[in-house]
């Protein structure tokens, strides 16, 4: 059984990585997430970042990392090169996420992306009865040094992947202590998801 | 420079306990003093060939040990020099009492922890600190090589270190690392030796000289060779062309460097009083460089220069193929570090090896440090680079189950 310590959502993330699977984290920050992968599944871990003092956590952590933007860092690998690809609270913060998840798909055989919700009820408090830009635990950052570049809701991430004709898998809503199973884009504030690239792996 | 390079204490090749001694007993700390060895071998007729194809023989190289290796023989690092580094790399040497060129990173408690690890640095082949190299005695001639000697490259460099491997009974390296010059070695170490090689940090570095870097070497080759006194590389024991060799570390120096540390170093401050207009040296830079010039060649031989600029020069580790098809089937971990300011050896050019690793499926690091030092910043950032490396190597140590029990 999984250490309840563990944060919740990196716990969703556990439960779809296979042991000893290759991993690519994008936006990998201080490699918490991939240095508890490789504790726990034993995986051939790969991060991106751009921070230096963030990469200076994940070579302590004993995480590979390349220092690299991500919305530039994919094209050096092939096709499938990776087992899983990370983007977990990091897609928000690119330039394109568009292509981002495309390179991400394509690199990947199954790509996690896991996303902050801006349509959450608190949110949606905020900015209806203060009028202010809201402030969330997912979303903690004031409006001046938030590194978030868009902002989307569950729900219009799974339109756009609808309309991408991107596959899920499976998809995972979490509250603050639990999963969301009712109406999760008004009351999650993360969705975690399985993505994987159309037409491949018809399971 | 007259004097003989080449030791004629010979040390015997076959295993046996004293050698053996050398790597174990023989140790000294880097906190204190330390002495260089000499490593004789390749003598004929068993010359060590050469990339060009020529023989060469018998070949000195000049090495420093520090630490202690350990039972398995498993925790030795290999440290590589830049351009006109020596064995000399840690500790205070017992005959001049001059202090290690990475005295800063390697030693007890430091990146290269010389309490877990055994350091080993040797001068490279062609070069004027202790190794075979062009002052030193051709055994054909009874006089120094000169331009006798042959070409020499970062591959030929490799494989004589190689030689001094076998000799300490080192099967494999926990590590091969250096900067500049240094990293190409570490590099051609992992791709001419996979097997020996547990993990590689290559550090402000690069895979080939770009048209820039061999302009500038060609700059320093140049000033040397119009120097009257080079004489066609034969003035051993007459008037040395130390005005040449003066000019060509001036260009070398303004090369480690960057705009904002000569800025913070020099400003436009003069140094002395104003004096009649001579075209003397007035600026602080200028008399920093001339200093760094004139100072030169007391301690380095410019027939070295050339041959050692040339072989940088000459470096191509993909040699016409694609590097991550070179890389290939490498299983040792990269840490490739590369610093923002540094345009002689520019963070692209570490970038290439970082995405090479990334095609070819390698373990690695890439990192690019902030420093406003330039190229010199892999001699002077101490800080980050050390948090890089010791975590590197403690990741590198564990998955290849390196024992700190050390040798009796």
Not at chain 1, 108 to 137: D, E, M, S, W
Not at chain 2, 302 to 318: E, G, Q, R, V, W
Request: hydrophobic share 35%; charged share 25%.
């Amino acid at each position: 059984m999984l250490n309840k310590s563990i944060r919740l959502d990196y716990r969703i993330i556990l439960e779809h990585v296979e042991p000893s699977s290759s991993v690519l984290d994008l936006g990998c920050g201080t490699g918490d997430l991939l240095s508890l992968l490789i504790r726990e599944k034993d995986i051939k871990a790969q991060g991106i970042e751009i921070d230096d003092k963030a990469i200076f956590e994940c070579v302590e952590k004993g995480v590979s990392v390349f220092q690299g933007d991500i919305d530039t860092g994919l094209p050096e690998y092939g096709d499938k090169s990776f087992d899983i690809v990370i983007l977990h609270q990091s897609i928000q913060q690119v330039k394109r996420p568009d292509k981002v998840l495309k390179e991400a798909l394509r690199v990947g055989r199954k790509v996690i992306v896991g996303i902050p919700n801006f349509a959450y009820i608190k949110a949606r408090f905020q900015i209806c009865l203060t009028g202010k830009v809201p402030v969330t635990p997912s979303l903690p950052y004031e409006w001046h040094n938030t590194p978030n570049l868009h902002f989307l809701s569950l729900v219009d991430f799974v339109e756009y992947c609808i309309k991408q004709g991107i596959r899920f898998e499976s998809a995972c809503f979490l509250g603050n202590k639990r999963k969301i199973n009712i109406f999760p884009n008004l009351f999650a504030q993360v969705g975690i998801f399985v993505l994987k690239e159309n037409g491949q792996n018809k399971l | 420079m007259g004097r003989s390079m080449v030791k004629t204490k010979q040390i015997n090749h076959k295993k046996n306990q004293e050698d053996y001694s050398l790597s174990t007993n023989n140790y000294s700390l880097p906190s204190g003093f330390v002495k260089t060895q000499y490593y004789t071998f390749a003598s004929p007729p068993d010359e060590l060939e050469l990339e060009s194809g020529r023989k060469l023989g018998p070949i000195t190289l000049a090495y420093e040990i520090y630490g202690r290796l350990n039972k398995q023989k498993s925790n030795a690092i290999l440290i590589l020099h830049a351009l006109t580094g020596d064995a000399h790399a840690a500790g205070i040497h017992e005959e001049d009492g001059q202090t290690g060129w990475w005295d800063n990173m390697i030693g007890p408690g430091k990146a290269f922890d010389t309490e877990k690890y055994f350091i080993i640095c040797s001068n490279v082949l062609g070069g004027c600190k202790g190794s075979t190299g062009p002052a030193s005695i051709n055994p054909h001639t009874g006089k120094p090589y000169g331009l006798e000697f042959p070409l020499i490259t970062v591959k030929d460099m490799v494989n004589a270190q190689r030689c001094l491997i076998d000799h300490l009974e080192i099967n494999k390296l926990l590590a091969a690392a250096g900067g500049s010059m240094g990293g190409m070695q570490a590099l051609q170490w992992v791709v001419s030796y996979p097997e020996r090689v547990c993990s590689v940090i290559p550090v402000a570095t690069t895979i080939t000289h770009s048209p820039q870097q061999i302009a500038f070497n060609e700059v320093g080759r140049q000033a040397i060779m119009a120097d009257p006194n080079w004489n066609d590389g034969d003035y051993y024991g007459k008037d040395l062309p130390a005005k040449g060799l003066s000019v060509a570390r001036m260009v070398g120096h303004i090369t480690y460097m960057s705009d904002v540390s000569m800025n913070e170093k020099f400003g436009r401050r003069f140094k002395n009083e104003k004096k009649p207009f001579k075209f003397s040296p007035e600026f602080e830079v200028e008399r920093y460089l001339q200093y760094r010039g004139d100072n030169f060649i007391s301690r380095f031989d410019p027939n070295s220069y050339l041959y050692t600029t040339k072989a940088i020069d000459y470096f191509d580790l993909a040699n016409g193929n694609v590097l991550y098809a070179v890389l290939k089937g490498i299983r040792a971990p990269f840490l490739v570090i590369s610093f923002k300011s540094d345009w002689l050896y520019p963070p692209y050019q570490s970038q290439e090896i970082a995405r090479a690793c990334k095609l070819a499926g390698i373990e690695a690091t890439y990192c690019e440090l902030n420093s406003n030092y330039g190229h010199d910043a892999f001699l002077v950032e101490v800080d980050e680079q050390t948090h890089m490396i010791r975590h590197f190597l403690k990741k590198v140590s564990h998955s290849n189950k390196v024992s700190e029990e050390h040798a009796e």
